[in-house]
């Protein structure tokens, strides 16, 4: 925490930042009642622009259609606020980004259980009528019981069309769709193209399009087959039909979970990462529980969780109603 960060957003008190983003900054939150959330506060620069507040609040009412399997709940928003924010359940484990950069790729019982997890995540979301859009290294997280999709900073319903205008790009670079890339309409077979650039990278570490600048990343997403040297068998043909260029080609979520959840690609629960991972993920507790020990019971809060306890956040005229 720096002089510039706030010491509270709505009723959480802030312990520390977590990270940053396009969006805005994320923090470790501590509600009245001892509930451990990260908070992500839009940038000041962002505030003031109605159609981003329009977006945010898109965002929201998305992540809380959302309780499936997989995904992170979101338990608290107030998108009316001076400076936007979002309160979601906690998770102390790395991104896939952080685990693969730090550890190197994941080994192939690992890989399986993490294109089940998030098919069916992705199963969920798109069963909702919503397309995630940025599904990246960076928005998996990784847990004891399985990975875990967040930020739906940019999802939206499948039916709608773009906020801003045609020809709209919006996603990652290097894991978006070439239909997003282009500009052109999507639906759920973008994401299942991001899925397979996610599961390139953590089999070899890198993206199967490679790296420069955007606009040699967008080139190559249209117009290049993906370099997947590394990624074998039948795993790997299951990548590369993910990353078909034409989305009618790809395979459905539903499909790549069955192939994912033979009996011969079911790891065991709690072992399906590496143990530098697991190791990585009891230090982020540890980090938890120490900022917690720092930070201290709220007086009169007692330390206790509060119970039943309902807040109402306004969003576009409609309640959001997140229990704490």
């Not at 709505?10 to 983003?21: F, I, K, N, S, V």
């Not at 039948?234 to 009618?248: D, H, S, T, W």
């Amino acid at each position: 925490m720096t002089e510039s960060d706030p010491r509270a957003v709505g009723p959480y008190r802030l312990l520390y930042r977590l990270g940053e983003g396009g969006m805005g900054r994320v923090y470790l939150g501590r509600s009245r009642g001892g509930r451990t959330v990260a908070l992500k506060v839009v940038h000041d620069t962002l505030a003031g622009d109605p159609g981003f507040r329009t977006r945010f609040a898109r965002e929201v009412r998305a992540a809380q259609s959302l309780r499936g399997a997989g995904t992170v709940p979101v338990l608290d928003a107030d998108p009316n606020a001076d400076v936007p924010w979002l309160a979601t359940a906690y998770v102390p484990g790395p991104a896939l980004s952080e685990a693969v950069t730090g550890h190197g790729p994941l080994p192939a019982p690992a890989l399986w259980r993490l294109l089940s997890g998030l098919a069916h995540a992705l199963e969920g979301v798109h069963g909702a009528g919503l397309v995630h859009r940025d599904v990246k290294p960076s928005n998996v997280l990784l847990s004891p019981s399985g990975p875990l999709l967040i930020d739906f900073g940019i999802a939206r319903s499948a039916d709608e069309t773009a906020l801003t205008g045609t020809g709209l790009v919006v996603g990652s670079p290097g894991f978006m769709s070439p239909e997003q890339a282009e500009g052109r309409r999507i639906g759920p077979a973008a994401d299942v193209f991001s899925l397979g650039a996610v599961l390139a990278f953590a089999a070899t570490g890198r993206g199967p399009f490679g790296g420069g600048s955007v606009a040699e990343l967008l080139y190559r997403l249209v117009h290049h087959e993906p370099d997947l040297a590394g990624v074998e068998g039948p795993f790997g043909e299951l990548v590369r039909r993910c990353l078909a260029k034409r989305p009618e080609d790809r395979p459905t979520v539903a499909g790549l979970a069955a192939a994912a959840d033979t009996d011969a690609h079911r790891a065991e629960a709690g072992t399906w990462l590496p143990a530098p991972v697991i190791a990585a993920i009891a230090q982020k507790a540890e980090e938890l529980l120490n900022a917690e020990a720092e930070d201290g019971p709220e007086p009169g809060a007692g330390g206790l969780p509060e119970r039943g306890t309902v807040r109402a956040a306004r969003l576009s005229g409609e309640p959001v109603r997140a229990a704490r």
